[in-house]
């Protein structure tokens, strides 16, 4: 399976800020391969990454925000169901 996404292309002296991240040794090792197989910059690469989770963050608060409003169960009470339907 491949996965596809757009990625926005912002030159380094338009917008970008400079920042210092710590990589384990090996992770940045993997990172400076993946970079020269996909011919794209360590920075790209950790942008994308930050970028992908961040969007992930909003999917899930938007996702908790919907269900707000449904009614809870007890743990017991689950149990008493999932045996009343005979599922356990």
Known sequence: ??????V???PVSE?????TIYFKP????ALRIKAADTQRSVS???NDAVQMALREDAEDLSAFEER????????EALLKD???HGKI
């Open 1 to 6: 399976m491949m996965l596809y996404w757009l």
């Open 8 to 10: 926005e292309v912002i």
């Open 15 to 19: 917008t970008a800020k400079r920042s």
């Open 26 to 29: 090996s992770l940045h090792r």
């Open 44 to 46: 790209d690469l950790v």
């Open 68 to 75: 707000a409003k449904e009614p809870t169960v007890t743990y």
């Open 82 to 84: 999932l045996k009343a």
